[in-house]
């Protein structure tokens, strides 16, 4: 680290940094001018732009309209990296260079207000994070000040930057390496603090990842028993939401019916039907089937029974219910005939066509003769 990393390389790390900084701004733009360009092409650029009243829509199923009007899923990974890298980053070179930090303390700002910005406006909302994520951030970030003094110590004690008199060596040849006199022993300079201060941390790092288990058992450090405590939070189908039990209940009766499916006893049905639920309920799929998570729901397309507004709809989640649960089927539903309900689907989409063009002759008849 010489005059020269000063003069070549501070001034692009530093400018990677501040737009860094200033970047999420732009991802802010670039996300809401895509949203609405995709819902222009999906209404047609006069009716949004224009803000008209009757709203058209381009789409042939609800999860093609949700996924261009719910926006994307929130990218948790990305901006735990962003941070952690920045962080680092400005702990590394903030000695070197001080105003590493006043960066480092805008980004963080402007993150912080990017995001609430996208989670309130554009991002779904977002399934409830457990702390295991933040917790790994932080075993992570801790050894981020112990890079700062072992990286500051080797800064403050380059001789040829932070010291004058008879130690600078000028350059003479770029082609010739420079003796910078800068060794890594400890030297009796301004520099050694940082690491006295960098190795007594390091220390005690190694002490509690190595040697935690012995530590906790002699009590100088926390033990990470939890202990369990009486939440009063009821049974499993009291902690169900209402609104989960009603919808599990009807789509079981109704793959009772028509599709010949069984995936619960009569016992389990009735705690659906009877059970009132409390203040305390699951938050996030009730369960471990693969229809109660929204994200699998979207990605197969399938329909809730009490949400479906049309045959096709209904028809599509009957076909999926009848490939997943295939191992549930009742006596006489275990031959599942796809091609006949593929055959009943193309007829009926033959025949919806074939109205709307009648449809659309008598509307012109009408205005012609108007």
């Known amino acids: 680290m010489t005059e020269q990393w000063y003069i070549v390389v501070a001034p692009s790390l530093i400018m990677t940094m501040v737009i860094n ?14 949203l609405a360009l995709y819902r222009m092409l999906d209404q047609g650029f006069t009716t949004y732009l224009c803000c008209k009243q009757e709203k058209t829509t381009k789409c042939k199923t609800i999860q093609a309209y949700v996924n261009i009007y719910a926006g994307p899923a929130h990218a948790m990974s990305y901006r735990y990296s962003a941070i952690l890298v920045a962080t680092w980053i400005c702990m590394m070179y903030g000695v070197a260079l001080p105003i590493m930090f006043p960066i480092g303390a805008i980004t963080m700002f402007n993150y912080y207000v990017v995001d609430r910005l996208l989670i309130a406006y554009y991002f779904r ?7 295991k994520l933040n917790k790994y951030a932080l075993v992570m970030l801790k050894y981020a000040p112990v890079l700062l003094l072992f990286f500051g110590y080797w800064t403050i004690g380059n001789v040829q930057v932070f010291e004058a008199g008879d130690s600078i060596t000028p350059l003479v040849n770029s082609g010739i390496p420079l003796t910078t006199n800068h060794e890594i022993t400890p030297q009796g300079n301004q520099s050694l603090p940082l690491f006295i201060v960098g190795m007594c941390i ?3 790092f190694i002490a509690t990842d190595c040697c935690g288990s012995c530590l906790k058992k002699i009590h100088l450090m926390p033990s990470d028993d939890v202990e369990l405590l009486s939440e009063e939070i009821g049974t499993y189908f009291e902690c169900v939401p209402i609104n989960e039990r009603k919808r599990w209940y009807a789509q079981e009766l109704y793959a009772n019916k028509k599709l010949g499916i069984n995936t619960m006893g009569e016992y389990a049905k009735e705690q659906l039907r009877t059970r009132n639920g409390d203040y305390r309920v699951i938050k996030n799929a009730p369960n471990y089937e693969i229809l109660s998570n929204i994200s699998y729901c979207q990605q ?14 209904q028809e599509i989640s009957d076909v999926i219910v009848k490939c997943l649960y ?3 089927a009742l006596p ?7 091609r006949k309900d593929l055959g009943n689907r193309a007829a009926r989409r033959a025949k919806f066509a074939k109205a709307k063009e009648m449809l659309k002759k008598r509307n012109q008849t009408a205005d012609e003769q108007a």
Not at 21 to 34: M, N, R, V, W
Not at 125 to 131: E, G, L, M, V
Not at 300 to 313: A, G, K, L, V
């Open 21 to 34: 900084a200033f970047y999420p701004y732009i991802d802010l733009g670039i996300s809401f001018a895509t």
């Open 125 to 131: 909302r977002p399934p409830i994070y457990d702390d």
């Open 202 to 204: 390091l220390i005690c």
């Open 300 to 313: 197969f397309q399938f329909t809730p029974i009490d949400m479906c507004d049309d045959e096709i709809e």
């Open 326 to 328: 295939m191992g549930y």
């Open 332 to 338: 006489g539903f275990t031959e599942v005939q796809f």
